[in-house]
């Protein structure tokens, strides 16, 4: 950052807030749908943006969708995840475990 500013990593702290807006935006997306069945075709819908970010290596991207579909409030939706094909919840299951830390982030170094 700039002599004096109080933001050292100006770049990076941007990067974090967009990481957040849009997996917030993602969440509220989900969650502003009033029956189970609105709130699965935006489900299958983030899940098929987020299949082909990471196809195309935006993992940065998808980890942003993978991010929101594993936040408490869209994981607690037993009904609408009942309507998601076995597969689509595979796709989110593989790279939620791409992300995963353990061993210094083996599995997303791997992928790269």
Same mark, same amino acid.
């Given at each position: %950052?700039?002599? %004096? ?17 849009? /997996?917030?935006?993602?969440? $509220? ?14 489900? @299958? ?5 987020? *299949?082909?970010?990471?196809?195309? +290596?935006? !993992? !940065? %991207?998808? *980890? ?15 009904? /609408? ?7 689509? @919840?595979?796709?989110?299951? +593989?790279? $939620? ?5 353990? @061993?210094? *982030? +083996?599995? !997303?170094?791997?992928?790269?």
């Amino acid at each position: %950052g700039q002599p %004096g500013s109080n933001n050292p990593v100006p770049n990076l702290t941007a990067m974090t807030s967009w990481f957040n807006q849009v /997996t917030y935006w993602a969440v $509220l997306t989900v969650l502003s749908e009033p029956t189970s069945a609105a709130r699965a075709l935006v489900v @299958k819908q983030l899940i098929h943006i987020a *299949f082909h970010c990471f196809a195309r +290596r935006n !993992y !940065y %991207g998808a *980890f942003e969708l993978a991010i929101a579909l594993d936040n408490s409030a869209v994981r607690r939706l037993h009904q /609408t995840w009942q309507l998601i094909p076995p597969l689509m @919840k595979d796709i989110v299951a +593989r790279m $939620l475990q791409v992300l995963q830390s353990r @061993k210094n *982030f +083996r599995t !997303y170094r791997e992928s790269v």
